[in-house]
């Protein structure tokens, strides 16, 4: 008598590993001819397939998803799944049960490997469960040989990460290479940032006006240019998962200029809100701000210009904040004039924003942090037999060196004396010098001025009423 015929769904995966498996149009071809022997029909639209993805987690396969999804309605379109291999379905023992106990108990719906028959009954659900669990180990295994064959690269110095703007990659694992045009455009953003004092959002609109673009091919943005001058696989370093490494790859950026834009970028601290000088009308346009309400002091570049707070030229408070030009620029001239003269001021400390921690104790507990979690990866390797004793050991002796360096790193800093602030104060008057040197010179553009005094100015507070203008200063660091 015919067997009934079934309506069946395939499900085919090919995984990023390197191992020998069936292409997709070989593992297809098998399943089909498997369907046809076995009275089962195959509709086309219920061929579900992904490449390159790994099987250890459902919910990063969207057709896998896909097909559950069919499989859970009232009235499912097939009764059975064909796969090639049951690691098809899934690596992970726990929700390939808990898949198919749902598909099975609550849909009707089989999972059937077509290479790994089963015998009916307890004894055949036990060998299920020991394919699924080798499966499972093999993936864990491979992933922590990748992860261990990457570190290994890494300590030796390899490429693995994917080429900046300026490289490309030649060979897999060798040196990156120089890409002329592209290391052009690395040279004119170093070269625009540290010797021409322009902002990251200028030199991004200046790239953009020319039609340049990133490695994407995509529009040059503030971020852009930060990434660029913080690379340091520019100074000849190779980073990855934290190890550091010096790199055999030409270089075409120096390591000074390269150390100056750092400094640079460490010292550029700019408060929330405020806009970039390359985006204002003036070079003191965002800096100078109403006692009244706190806003800043649009510019008006009419017939006589003059500054305004935004808020009172709305009609949101009374109490004009207006300011001639002229006026304001001879008073913050006249302010730094005194300062040179010998009169006192107070200033404040500020971190950049683009630096990474204000105390560095912090960055070191994070990494300590850090450690404990790898010790507890490392003892699951070891207790689910991935390492070895001896392996297990070594892990451990490498976590607990540099667990005592990185608490001796803490102490050194706690025992470390306090910034001077005398000499401070002498580092600070040698930029307020440069400053005024740059504001007052009419030859040098307003972005520039822009940029110049706020490496010392956080704000100008304008009172109207008294008369005053209020200045604070900072000084990049911490106290």
Known sequence: MDEKMRYGALYIRVSTDKQEELSPDAQKRLLLDYANS???????????TENGISGRKADKRPEFQRM????????????????????RFARNQEESIVYKSMLKKQ????????TEPLIDGPFGTLIERIIEWMDEYYSINLSTEVIRGMTEKAMRGG??????????????????????EEAEIVKYIFDQYVRCHRDVTAIARSLNRRKLHTKRGNVFEKRNITYILQNPFYAGKIIWNDIERDGIHETFISH??????????????QPKK????????????????????????GFNNAKDPFFQCWKYAKGMHPGSSWITQRALENAVLEYFEQLLAGQEFSFTYHSSTTAVEEDPTLIYKKELEKLNSREIRIREAYENEIDTLEEYKARKQQLQAERERLNDLILSVKKAPKNDE???????????????????????????????????VEEIVWNRAENTLSFHLYMPGNP
């Not at 703007?165 to 002329?180: H, K, N």
């Not at 834009?261 to 010292?267: D, H, V």
């Open 274 to 297: 405020r806009r970039n000088v390359s985006t204002c009308a003036h070079w003191l346009s965002g800096l100078v701000k109403c006692s009244t309400c706190g806003a800043s002091l």
């Open 256 to 269: 000074e200029l390269f150390q100056e834009a750092s400094i640079r970028l460490q010292a550029a601290y």
């Open 159 to 180: 490429y693995q990460c994917t080429p900046p703007l300026g490289y490309e990659s030649s060979r897999p694992g060798e040196a990156f290479t120089v890409v002329p």
């Open 107 to 114: 849909h009707g719906v089989d999972v059937v490997s077509i």
């Open 38 to 48: 076995h009275n089962i029909f195959i509709s086309p639209d219920l061929i579900f």
């Open 68 to 87: 559950i999804g069919m499989a859970k309605t009232d009235e499912p379109p097939f009764s059975v799944i064909l796969v090639w291999k049951f690691s």
């Open 422 to 456: 005398t000499k401070d104060r002498l580092e600070l008057m040698k930029k307020i010098q440069t400053v005024y040197d740059v504001i007052k010179s009419p030859d040098i553009d307003y972005k520039v001025k822009g940029t110049f005094i706020r490496s010392v």
